[in-house]
């Protein structure tokens, strides 16, 4: 037995940023001076917290100092307790990413609590997004809301674009694309190229506000460059399609195979398609196979369903209709709206 559905080629995808890492702040990005050190070391020892803040980041990463997580984590521990607010910020990095302690979201919490309340948008942004995921305190999608709104008016672009996915997707009160289309043009405007790079999928879909695939494909490219993979994603699906530029199958290939590189799994799962079907590059079944694998792995209900109907039919892999049964139930799994995952399951 076959199934006859086709593959599926995910058109678009959007980026959320509700999981983006927090990085600890720090005024040099470069390895500063050794009497610059010198000079914070002082300036801490006589008690000043911003120097002390420096100090402990230098510890924490060795970074033109000796590696000490412990002397970093005692100094930034200090600084917040005496009132800075990004020191609270750091101390939350510290908590979240374990640097010298035990990953800790619940004390990450309270340290972000603190350093928002004493007006570090970086801090309110971290808190926002343990609330939206439920990390150390519980999962409040109204206070994330709050918590973004005011990063965001803080000037916080990527604040502004996880406040659109929210109203996006209604985690927290009504969907409201128009509402979200606007707050992703606001991370735009204000910086953030995951900001431009949803703004142009609201744009291409007609989400929220008019069609407009020629200015979502400059939001595209420009983000693309910037490094946000699902934008790349994007722009190859406007070449694969023929939105807003001319249709260009191998540019198409070559973008979502640089998303997939940057491990996202639509980018993968569109890469399999053009893999599968020779379209843009040369036809490599097995490879294509391969990609949907990796995209199922990764939690895409797409990269599933298409290994499934591989196994259905034999294309790169041994037909197997048990395992294509079992690919078609991880795809339900992951997306229990997957029509066509569930048609698939009812004739095989």
């Known amino acids: 037995m076959t199934i006859t559905q086709t593959l599926s080629r995910l058109a678009a995808v959007f980026a959320l940023g509700l999981f983006c890492a927090p990085a600890m702040a720090q005024n040099d990005v470069v390895t500063p001076p050794p009497e610059t050190i010198a000079e914070w070391e002082a300036a801490c020892a006589s008690g000043t917290m911003q120097a002390c803040m420096e100090i402990a980041v230098l510890s924490a990463t060795g970074n033109g100092m000796p590696l000490d997580t412990a002397k970093g984590f005692a100094l930034i521990t200090q600084t917040c307790a005496a009132g800075l607010p990004m020191g609270c910020y750091n101390l939350g990095v510290f908590h979240e990413q374990g640097i010298g302690i035990p990953v800790d979201n619940s004390k990450a919490a309270e340290a972000h609590t603190k350093g928002c309340d004493l007006g570090s948008p970086d801090s309110c942004y971290n808190l926002a997004l343990l609330a939206a995921n439920g990390m150390g305190i519980q999962q409040d999608y109204a206070m994330a809301a709050r918590l973004y709104q005011r990063a965001c008016d803080d000037n916080y672009a990527l604040a502004c674009s996880n406040l659109g996915a929210l109203y996006q997707y209604g985690q927290g009160f009504a969907?409201?694309?128009?509402?979200?289309?606007?707050?992703?043009?606001?991370?735009?405007?204000?910086?953030?190229?995951?900001?431009?790079?949803?703004?142009?999928?609201?744009?291409?879909?007609?989400?929220?506000?008019?069609?407009?695939?020629?200015?979502?494909?400059?939001?595209?490219?420009?983000?693309?460059?910037?490094?946000?993979?699902e934008a790349c994603s994007n722009l190859g699906a406007a070449y694969d399609n023929g939105w807003g530029v001319a249709v260009n199958r191998k540019r198409a290939a070559e973008l979502f195979e640089q998303s997939c590189d940057a491990g996202l799994a639509g980018g993968c799962n569109n890469l399999g398609l053009s893999l599968v079907n020779g379209t843009g590059t040369a036809r490599n079944t097995a490879r294509g196979f391969a990609m949907f694998n990796l995209a199922c792995d990764e939690g895409f209900a797409e990269g599933c369903y298409n290994a499934g109907v591989c196994y259905a039919n034999g294309v790169g892999v041994g037909k197997n209709l048990e395992k294509a049964k079992a690919y078609m139930r991880r795809a339900v799994a992951i997306d229990p709206a997957h029509a066509m995952a569930k048609q698939a399951l009812s004739v095989l």
């Open 175 to 229: 969907a409201d694309p128009v509402a979200a289309r606007v707050l992703y043009k606001e991370a735009c405007d204000k910086g953030s190229a995951l900001g431009c790079s949803n703004l142009g999928q609201m744009m291409s879909r007609g989400f929220g506000g008019a069609t407009d695939h020629d200015t979502a494909f400059t939001l595209y490219t420009d983000a693309c460059a910037k490094g946000v993979p």
